[in-house]
């Protein structure tokens, strides 16, 4: 065997809608609708570059069935590049691209080589000695275990098994073609190009077992570096597996503590201050994508409090004023806490006092929770589509949304109690 490198990527998602983007105009919303586009040429060119033998794209290439035939003549595009730089591509569906998923299909350069979903397929490449093993899934939900299905390892090569699996779960994903670490490393295989789970991981060394985690993030809760392994392999062992990020846009948590802030111009400050530190130590060159999460037990907690729109549209306005396609903010949550706690409240023997306990005895009052699930619960369905995907921004229109009364009611109490108590101050 000889000495070559290979690119392992997955969950590229190709167009798939990043949310957070509804009725935002301007050049860094339309860099972030277009980046798992931007993020995948990238990608391409940087295995032109490193003359890397072949490419394993381990499921999940397409986020669903494709609006238009655009999509699709993207990614043929990107093919015929890798075709014409003679690097060959091994591509598996999984449970977003799967066979039942995907109503249109185009013709791919003859670079490109589909893992079938009938049955694992093991596709050679006689001059470097690679055996490459795959099966695609054949509709999105797969609860069947497949690695019993895959072939033996070839004799005298250098054997990939290619596999979109929630491996038990991790991560808080789907468990498709579930199955254990101690089912691959005891399959024969020198190196496992895993899909499906959207962290970076090395599961196992010599065997390897590795996701490379997802192309580009797509939300909040994908933050930090994302990208795909680049393996080097040497006399038949892996030597090297470096997580190469190639998105163009990274997602990012940044706390802001506003615990000493006596004045909005004061929070503002602390923002401003919270996202040029951010943008230095993570965006590295990359257009940051932020959710500001102001913190601590802060003065200022009741006047926050419902203002989430108004600081959201400063913080905006202080991120423009950092520079074009720096920083983008997608939203400011109030996670600050009064300085008066709900047991002080609670406390009191006034008409402020009473209200905080009736309000806190709510959740236990099935009758009230019978009616906010038939009057509110029933109006919140009848939102817009757009609306209701991005409930997570809302913690009580989500709640209000999933029929979870007693989290609504929880997560008013304190709007209430602030709003209340400011105004009598």
Excluded at 96 to 104: E, M, P
Excluded at 140 to 147: A, T
Excluded at 355 to 369: I, N
Excluded at 391 to 404: H, N, Q, T, V
């Amino acid at each position: 065997m000889g000495t070559f490198r290979f690119l392992h990527t997955a969950d590229i998602h190709l167009d798939s809608p990043l949310r957070g983007l509804t009725g935002q105009e301007g050049s860094a919303a339309a860099r972030i609708r277009s980046a798992t586009r931007e993020a995948f040429e990238l990608l391409v060119g940087r295995a032109i570059a490193e003359r890397v033998a072949f490419v394993v794209i381990a499921g999940d290439l397409y986020d669903g069935d494709w609006r238009d035939y655009r999509t699709g003549l993207f990614f043929a595009a990107q093919m015929g590049r890798l075709n014409a730089a003679g690097i060959p591509v091994f591509l598996l569906h999984g449970n977003h691209d799967a066979q039942s998923q995907i109503t249109r299909r185009l013709e791919l350069p003859d670079n490109v080589r589909v893992f079938g979903a009938r049955s694992p397929e093991t596709f050679r490449l006689e001059d470097i000695d690679v055996a490459l093993h795959g099966q695609s899934f054949s509709q999105r939900e797969i609860r069947d275990n497949l690695v019993p299905g895959y072939p033996e390892p070839v004799a005298g090569a250098f054997n990939i098994g290619v596999l979109h699996t929630g491996l038990g779960g991790m991560g808080g994903h789907e468990n498709y073609a579930p199955c254990a670490l101690a089912e691959l490393t005891a399959k024969g295989y020198a190196y496992w190009a895993l899909g499906h789970v959207h962290q970076f991981q090395i599961l196992h060394r010599q065997p390897h077992v590795v996701f490379p985690g997802n192309l580009q993030g797509r939300h909040v809760r994908e933050t930090g570096a994302k990208g795909a392994a680049l393996v080097s392999v040497a006399n038949g062992e892996v030597g090297e597996v470096a997580m190469i990020a190639s998105e163009v846009v990274r997602w990012s948590l940044v706390p802001v503590a506003v615990d000493a802030a006596a004045s909005v111009p004061e929070v503002l400050e602390a923002i401003r201050a919270g996202l040029e530190e951010a943008m230095a130590d993570q965006a590295e060159g990359r257009l940051l994508a932020c959710r500001v999460v102001l913190q601590g037990r802060a003065p200022m907690h009741g006047q926050l409090v419902g203002a989430e729109a108004y600081l959201l549209a400063e913080a905006r306005a202080i991120a423009l004023g950092l520079g074009a396609e720096q920083v983008w903010v997608e939203r400011v949550k109030v996670a600050t806490e009064p300085e008066v706690d709900a047991r002080t409240l609670a406390a009191r023997t006034d008409a402020l006092g009473e209200l905080h306990r009736m309000l806190a005895e709510a959740s236990h009052d099935p009758d009230l929770l019978a009616q906010l699930g038939e009057d509110p619960g029933q109006m919140l369905l009848r939102l817009p589509h757009e609306v209701r995907i991005d409930a997570e921004a809302d913690s009580a229109l989500k709640a209000a949304l999933e029929g979870d009364q007693r989290a609504l009611i929880s997560t008013v109490l304190p709007y209430l109690a602030a709003r209340l108590t400011t105004e009598e101050d």
